[in-house]
């Protein structure tokens, strides 16, 4: 199954900054998926990213605060833009390769201040 | 729609005994996989098992194994002879066939495997 490099592994922001996260995968997948996941709670799906096309945001997502890109079938970021104290969160990419299940980055960790 | 229902929020087992988490399932599409991960405090999402719709066995993985019940829509994890290392949030979910497709996550349940 496909491995995930995911950076930063953790960040402490600035309200009113942005953060840019980075997923590499070391093999090809078609799509991957971009979680976040608050203090104490299950994993919130936030946008499915497709190479070459732009990505599709869930209810409650939307693209200028949760920029995706997808050049290439190995590597995606998202950005979250104008931080608040609410985007602290663990946020996680996805992919899947082959019949296995989801792999997953390792996670970063975010806290706005 | 597609749901995932964990009832139990914590679970605790004494080590060498099996656990199991439930998971059951809401799904009118006929093709569809199950999948169960681990979370440790270190916040990675760990595989553990598979369980496809329209497999005849149930699924195994070492002391994973998957008690799958379609008729009931269930999907409950077992896990054997517990570790201390097993102390872990999991999280069941659920997608349509096909490598592409999102998953459906239930809230967890968080065990704890006590010495």
């Known amino acids: 199954s496909a491995v995930i490099s995911q950076k930063p592994s953790r960040d402490i922001c600035q309200r009113g900054t942005s953060l840019t996260i980075q997923c590499q995968v070391d093999?090809?997948?078609?799509?991957m998926f971009w979680y976040r996941q608050q203090p104490g709670q299950s994993l919130t799906l936030i946008a499915t990213?497709?190479?070459?096309?732009?990505?599709?945001?869930e209810s409650g997502f939307v693209i200028d605060k949760f920029p995706i890109s997808r050049p290439n079938l190995t590597f995606s970021t998202l950005t979250v833009s104008n931080m608040s104290p609410e985007d602290s969160s663990i946020y996680l990419c996805?992919?899947?390769?082959?019949?296995?299940?989801?792999?997953f980055g390792s996670g970063t960790r975010l806290t706005v201040v | 729609a597609q749901k995932i229902t964990q009832t139990q929020p914590g679970m605790f087992v004494q080590e060498k005994e099996a656990v199991t988490l439930d998971c059951t399932y809401d799904?009118?599409?006929?093709?569809?996989?199950l999948f169960w991960y681990k979370q440790p405090s270190s916040g990675e999402m760990i595989f553990l098992i598979y369980?496809?719709?329209?497999d005849q066995q149930n699924a195994t993985e070492g002391r994973y194994s998957l008690n799958f019940q379609k008729a009931r829509k269930s999907a409950n994890l077992v896990i054997s002879a517990s570790q201390l290392g097993d102390s872990a949030m999991y999280f069941c979910?659920?997608?349509?066939?096909?490598?592409?497709?999102?998953?459906?996550w239930g809230l967890g349940t968080s065990l704890a495997v006590n010495p």
């Open positions: 093999s090809q997948v078609t799509m």
């Open positions: 996805s992919g899947r390769q082959g019949t296995e299940g989801y792999t």
């Open positions: 990213a497709n190479q070459g096309s732009e990505a599709t945001y």
């Open positions: 799904t009118s599409d006929p093709s569809y996989g």
């Open positions: 369980q496809g719709s329209y």
């Open positions: 979910a659920i997608g349509n066939a096909g490598n592409n497709r999102k998953l459906i």
